[in-house]
Structure formats: C-alpha cells, structure tokens
T-cell receptor, first 117, second 114 residues
C-alpha cells in the first residue's frame, strides 16, 4: 500500500459526459501528479500541483482540469468525454515539488479505470 | 533530455538472478537514476534510486559505473510475482513529456517462468 488513495476504482460513463477523479496523497506529501495510461500511449504525465499551486503541466487536454485543495487532496476533472479518453488514470504524490535531477520519488495510487462508452 | 534504452523484454526462471541494463549516454551531471516496477492495471511502484556506484535495498541492487552512462538493476532470486514491467528513469520524468510517448518510456517486460 503506497498510502495514496484514489477514488473511484472504476468509472463507466458515456461520451460527452463529465467526471471527477479524486486523489488523497500520502500523509505529509505536498505534491500531487496526475498521469494517464493507455495501451497505445503508455504512461503520460498530465499535470502536477504542489501545496495548492499548479507546478508543471504535461500533455493535458484543454477538456481536462485539476486542482489541489487546502487539505492537499486533488481532483482531476474530465469533460466532454470521448471514447479515446478511456484509460487508467493514476495519481502520485511526493514530499517535494521535484527538480530536474529526478531525486524526487513518486508514490502512485492504484488508479481509476475510466471507460467511456 | 536523457534518453534511456532498455530491453523490451526479458525472460527468467524462478530462483535466478535477473539483471536489467539501461543505457543513458547523455545523462546530465545532476541526474539521478530511478527504477520503478509496474504490475498490470496497477500504479508504478518505486524500487530503487541511485546517483553513482552501488545502492542496495531489501528488494534490489542498482549498479552504476563510474561514467554513469548505464545502470543495471539486479533482482536476486526472482519469483513468479516479479513478473512486471520495469522502468528506468534518468532525471525528472516530467522532462520526457512528449505527446504520444510514454513519460516513463517503454520499460522492460520481465516474465518469470516456473
């Protein structure tokens, strides 16, 4: 158990809908990362928050947004869903915001499997 | 951006030692080397991290030569439950953000047979 909690575990919805994925980081971790994993594109970094502020942006679509709340939990909002958004969505957390050297170890949650029908 | 090259797949048998080598010729001076393990439909799990020489923990060892242009993850006496994908990361994975490509690279799929 990594200490990172993601809910829900599974989500089934229809195209055009909007969903919210939730993540609670490990106790004491200030940084939260969101990743998308699909069969064809592997693990894609989407966005990172550190202590409530956006820290880094990856390949996040404009239809997707995220935020980190004062209690440090984070939510990833996916809207106008398309079939291609079906994937595993992982949240990870770390103590520090991380730097280019990569000494920052990330701890991943179990993921949310999103199926868009 | 430090590109890494690791074998796509490896096979082993229970009880054997497995060594997975990762090449990273253009590693930057400050870059750390980190390995993650991922089982199907689970999030990646941190295994080990190092900067130079040898690092050992309860699950693996990491060997890094003096020039740091490669590294080897060593898994002693593997079992069936070690069947997974192993990712070698150099520096911050966020630097690998590139549409259509995996931030963690393709990894090495290790299959342990009985």
């Amino acid at each position: 158990d990594s200490g990172v909690t993601q809910t829900p575990k599974h989500l089934i919805t229809a195209t055009g809908q909007r969903v919210t994925l939730r993540c609670s980081p490990r106790s004491g971790d200030l940084s939260v990362y969101w990743y998308q994993q699909s069969l064809d594109q592997g693990l894609q970094f989407l966005i990172q928050y550190y202590n409530g502020e956006e820290r880094a942006k990856g390949n996040i679509l404009e239809r997707f947004s995220a935020q980190q709340f004062p209690d440090l939990h984070s939510e990833l909002n996916l809207s106008s869903l398309e079939l291609g958004d079906s994937a595993l969505y992982f949240c990870a957390s770390s103590v520090t915001p991380g730097g280019l050297s990569g000494e920052n170890i990330q701890y991943f949650g179990a993921g949310t499997r999103l199926s868009v029908l | 951006l430090a590109k890494t090259t690791q074998p796509i797949s490896m096979d082993s048998y229970e009880g054997q030692e497995v060594n997975i080598t990762c090449s990273h010729n253009n590693i930057a001076t400050n870059d750390y080397i980190t390995w993650y393990q991922q089982f199907p439909s689970q999030g990646p799990r941190f295994i080990i991290q190092g900067y130079k020489t040898k690092v050992t923990n309860e699950v693996a060892s990491l060997f890094i030569p003096a020039d740091r242009k490669s590294s080897t993850l060593s898994l002693p006496r593997v079992s069936l439950s070690d069947t997974a994908v192993y990712y070698c990361l150099v520096g911050d994975p966020r630097r690998n953000t590139n549409a259509g490509k995996s931030t963690f690279g393709d990894g090495t799929t290790l299959t342990v047979k009985p």
